[in-house]
């Protein structure tokens, strides 16, 4: 049976209301499905461990600064040898572009310290015997090479920063933090 034409749409429209709204709900859950699988791509495998990472790293750059420099057997110690490569490593596994770059920059300025970290040298001077000039002149490139270090190290705390705040961004839309 149909209805009679009197009847206007202002009198049926309550009866389409639940179907409007579940084919509302059905489209809204799935866009919202869509973009987390989106996020969750561009975040990558391990997000916990890229944070662990860059955390220590963070660590690692604020004892060089605390501490005003490291020398070269510092960085050859087993907990600090890989970290410029394993931050890399865990860089390419993310989607996200600009985490990737923000990544690989703490990466580089892991590099760019270490490279600057003086060797391990063996003091030629005895107690109360004077310094020679070469012993002197090598003191003070070291001490020049552990300032700009000091400085690096800085540089590397900013960017470190930077990757956890583009961390944080990129995992806000799916896990909330």
Do not use: N
């Amino acid at each position: 049976m149909t209805a009679p034409p009197s009847q206007s749409f202002w009198q049926d429209w309550p009866k389409f209301v639940p179907g409007w709204l579940a084919f509302a709900a059905t489209v809204y859950s799935v866009a919202r499905t869509g973009l987390t699988r989106l996020y969750r791509r561009a975040l990558g495998p391990d997000d916990d461990l890229v944070r662990k990472q860059l955390e220590l790293a963070r660590k690692h750059f604020q004892d060089i600064a605390s501490v005003g420099g490291r020398r070269e057997k510092w960085f050859k110690d087993d907990d600090r040898r890989g970290t410029a490569q394993s931050l890399r490593d865990l860089a390419e596994r993310r989607g996200s572009k600009k985490l990737k770059v923000a990544i690989r920059r703490v990466a580089d300025a892991w590099d760019e310290v270490s490279s600057l970290a003086p060797p391990d040298r063996v003091s030629m001077s005895w107690a109360g015997q004077e310094m020679t000039q070469e012993e002197r002149s090598r003191r003070a490139a070291d001490k020049d090479q552990l300032g700009r270090q000091v400085g690096a190290a800085s540089r590397g705390i900013e960017r470190v920063t930077e990757s956890l705040s583009c961390l944080d961004r990129t995992e806000r839309p799916t896990i909330g933090r």
